[in-house]
């Protein structure tokens, strides 16, 4: 009866604290945002410190049981009641500590969300991972070591050497997490932009500790190991300054010389009524450039601003149709593909 009093009040007390502590964590959370490291570590400690209660409750009981056994029977009881109080007592510090991590990624969030790169955002998740995954281990082993009494050390040195054969086995596994490594310090690109590598173009929509995914212009979602990524030559096409457009005009060769002067003149008024979508160094050039096989050449070239794909779109089909409808009004024909056949009829001869 005495252990069950224990056992009941420890249960009762436990749950009392964890409510206690919930109940305050959410209203300090609530209130403003300076207590809201303060809210969190109460909800770190809520649970943890409900079964620490429990830990020491169940330790307290032997104060009404009898852990004696025969000596004939090669069993010490005491030591293994005690162990099992112990090690519920450290994974609840584990619990605590693995808790705490939200802490640390609260920081971290606050951290990534003053930079002006999405990258960041995926880091958090990793480092989040990677620490409780740190947590578990630790936790394991020092239960190992303090409560079973198992050599640390032995342990540690197997586990190196079926580490080396690990490694040896999954290398790809651990080039993909260096190359992760090397995308999150170099940062070539960041969450949502439009990248090309390894003959794919899309968006970027998830990096990993493994792999790299990629939403194509096509719908397809590609995954690529990050390895290959950090690799590969990356090119950033949402980080281009300017979207650059290289117009080749063919007229046809029996345009007088003042009616292509007046071709280019006419490009020429285009362009600078358009200056504002124009780097001030990059004006746009027009020139006659060319004697083709059928046409006369004039090149064009302009660097549209800002970089948007449907703004370049909308802009390139505005200067298209001006440019038809004012090169027809000035009477100056576009060339195309001809061929002109001569045939030439041999006169008879007289016998």
Same mark, same amino acid.
């Given at each position: 009866?005495?252990? *069950?009093?224990?056992?009941?009040?420890?249960?009762?007390?436990?749950?009392?604290?964890?409510?206690?502590?919930?109940?305050?964590?959410?209203?300090?959370?609530?209130?403003?945002? +300076?207590?809201?490291?303060?809210?969190?570590?109460?909800? %770190?400690?809520?649970?943890?410190?409900?079964?620490?209660?429990?830990?020491?409750?169940?330790?307290?009981?032997?104060?009404?049981? %009898?852990?004696?056994?025969?000596?004939?029977?090669?069993?010490?009881?005491?030591?293994?009641?005690?162990?099992?109080?112990?090690?519920?007592? /450290?994974?609840?510090?584990?619990?605590?500590?693995?808790?705490?991590? $939200?802490?640390?990624?609260?920081?971290?969030?606050?951290?990534?969300?003053?930079?002006?790169?999405?990258?960041? $955002?995926?880091?958090?998740?990793?480092?989040?991972?990677? *620490?409780?995954?740190?947590?578990?281990?630790?936790?394991?082993?020092?239960?190992?070591?303090?409560?079973?009494?198992?050599?640390?050390?032995?342990?540690?040195?197997?586990?190196?050497?079926?580490?080396?054969?690990?490694?040896?086995?999954?290398?790809?596994? *651990?080039?993909?997490?260096?190359?992760?490594?090397? /995308?999150?310090?170099?940062?070539?690109?960041?969450?949502?932009?439009?990248?090309?590598?390894?003959?794919?173009?899309?968006?970027?929509?998830?990096?990993?500790?493994?792999?790299?995914?990629?939403?194509?212009? %096509?719908?397809?979602?590609?995954?690529?190991?990050?390895?290959?990524?950090?690799? +590969?030559?990356?090119?950033?096409?949402?980080?281009?300054?300017?979207?650059?457009?290289?117009?080749? *005009?063919?007229?046809?060769?029996?345009?007088?010389?003042?009616?292509?002067?007046?071709?280019?003149?006419?490009?020429?008024?285009?362009?600078?009524?358009?200056?504002?979508?124009?780097?001030?160094?990059?004006?746009?050039?027009?020139?006659?450039?060319?004697?083709?096989?059928?046409?006369?050449?004039?090149?064009?070239?302009?660097?549209?601003?800002?970089?948007?794909?449907?703004?370049?779109?909308?802009?390139?089909? $505005?200067?298209?149709? +001006?440019?038809?409808?004012?090169?027809? $009004?000035?009477?100056?024909?576009?060339?195309?593909?001809?061929?002109?056949?001569?045939?030439? +009829?041999?006169?008879?001869?007289?016998?």
């Amino acid at each position: 009866m005495g252990l *069950l009093g224990v056992l009941l009040a420890s249960l009762i007390a436990g749950r009392l604290f964890s409510f206690f502590m919930q109940k305050q964590s959410k209203r300090l959370v609530n209130r403003k945002k +300076e207590s809201t490291v303060l809210g969190l570590l109460l909800a %770190s400690v809520s649970k943890p410190g409900s079964l620490l209660i429990f830990a020491a409750g169940l330790f307290s009981a032997t104060m009404f049981l %009898s852990l004696e056994v025969s000596e004939t029977v090669d069993f010490d009881l005491a030591g293994f009641w005690t162990n099992v109080c112990r090690t519920i007592g /450290i994974l609840a510090g584990g619990w605590f500590i693995y808790r705490m991590i $939200d802490i640390v990624e609260h920081f971290l969030v606050r951290w990534t969300s003053r930079t002006s790169t999405t990258l960041d $955002d995926q880091l958090v998740p990793l480092v989040r991972k990677t *620490l409780r995954i740190f947590v578990i281990i630790v936790a394991g082993l020092f239960i190992a070591g303090n409560v079973f009494k198992w050599d640390i050390a032995a342990l540690l040195a197997g586990l190196g050497i079926g580490g080396l054969a690990f490694a040896l086995a999954a290398k790809d596994m *651990l080039a993909n997490l260096f190359g992760s490594v090397t /995308i999150f310090a170099d940062r070539p690109f960041q969450m949502g932009d439009r990248i090309r590598v390894k003959g794919h173009d899309g968006e970027v929509v998830e990096v990993g500790f493994r792999s790299t995914k990629i939403l194509t212009l %096509s719908g397809h979602l590609v995954t690529l190991p990050n390895a290959v990524v950090a690799n +590969e030559a990356v090119e950033n096409v949402s980080r281009r300054p300017y979207i650059k457009r290289s117009l080749e *005009l063919t007229v046809t060769y029996d345009t007088t010389p003042e009616k292509l002067a007046r071709a280019v003149e006419i490009v020429k008024e285009m362009l600078a009524g358009r200056s504002e979508h124009f780097p001030p160094d990059r004006p746009g050039r027009v020139h006659f450039t060319d004697f083709n096989a059928v046409s006369l050449g004039i090149s064009v070239t302009y660097w549209y601003t800002p970089p948007e794909w449907e703004g370049y779109l909308q802009f390139s089909h $505005d200067f298209n149709m +001006e440019l038809l409808k004012r090169f027809n $009004d000035e009477g100056i024909e576009f060339a195309f593909p001809t061929q002109t056949l001569y045939l030439h +009829e041999a006169g008879t001869s007289e016998a």
